[in-house]
């Protein structure tokens, strides 16, 4: 069965300092992997996508199948980045995505 | 606004009844997702319609179905509340063709007393 882990439920760091967000998955073949963000009092949108290997606002997710992950990486984190992030799965055979819990990222000033 | 709109935004209701929760997706989008965020729950996949006809169907009890009329407004309805269907309930839609970019409503917060 598809899942998605993300173990932190809380993140916090300071501004300037690098941030990882981990993501791991469960899926036996070829997954398709996105990070969303909502920002507060924003709608859920989508932030990335591994196949387009693609760095938005500064923020960038290698996937590793070995380790089966994506984890989200910022090398300095700015405070408009505190929001909600939520790790999403597709099988690639169909479009329905399967989300993570999410992590509240909180940067602090 | 020619994002999804999900009305109503909130509602509160008593257990036993039943309600419908509305959505529209972005001008030109076929595909219509309903996902249920409860309280220390991540987002869970219901159901999908494309273009009128289910698509994909997650895990929606049997006391909720859906549908996507021909304007491709679609309709959750969820009947016998329960208690424990208090959620936030997210509408998504997409053009069918880009796998994961989905566009989503504010959605609609649905309290069960």
């Known amino acids: 069965a598809q899942r998605v882990t993300q173990p932190e439920k809380l993140l916090s760091v300071f501004k300037g300092a690098p941030v990882e967000l981990k993501c791991n998955y469960s899926y036996s073949g070829s997954p398709e992997l996105f990070w969303y963000v909502q920002y507060s009092r924003q709608r859920l949108q989508l932030l990335l996508r591994h196949i387009s290997r693609e760095s938005i606002k500064g923020f960038t997710a290698d996937l590793n199948k070995g380790e089966t992950s994506f984890h989200l990486k910022k090398p300095f984190a700015q405070e408009e980045d505190s929001a909600m992030y939520y790790c999403?799965?597709?099988?690639?055979?169909?479009?329905?995505?399967?989300f993570g819990k999410g992590t509240k990222l909180t940067v602090n000033p | 606004d020619s994002g999804v709109t999900q009305t109503p935004k909130h509602l509160i209701t008593a257990t036993g009844q039943r309600v419908t929760l509305r959505c529209s997706p972005r001008s030109g989008d076929l595909s219509v997702y309903w996902y249920q965020q409860s309280l220390d729950q991540g987002l869970q996949f219901l159901i999908q319609?494309?273009?009128?006809?289910?698509?994909a169907k997650g895990n929606i009890l049997e006391r909720f179905s859906a549908q996507q009329f021909p304007d491709l407004h679609s309709e959750l309805n969820l009947s016998s509340l329960e208690l424990g269907d208090s959620a936030l309930y997210f509408c998504?839609?997409?053009?069918?063709?880009?796998?994961?970019?989905?566009?989503f409503g504010e959605g609609s917060r649905l309290t069960v007393l």
């Open positions: 998504a839609s997409s053009t069918g063709t880009i796998t994961g970019e989905l566009f």
């Open positions: 319609y494309y273009n009128g006809e289910e698509r």
């Open positions: 999403a799965l597709s099988d690639g055979g169909s479009e329905k995505l399967v």
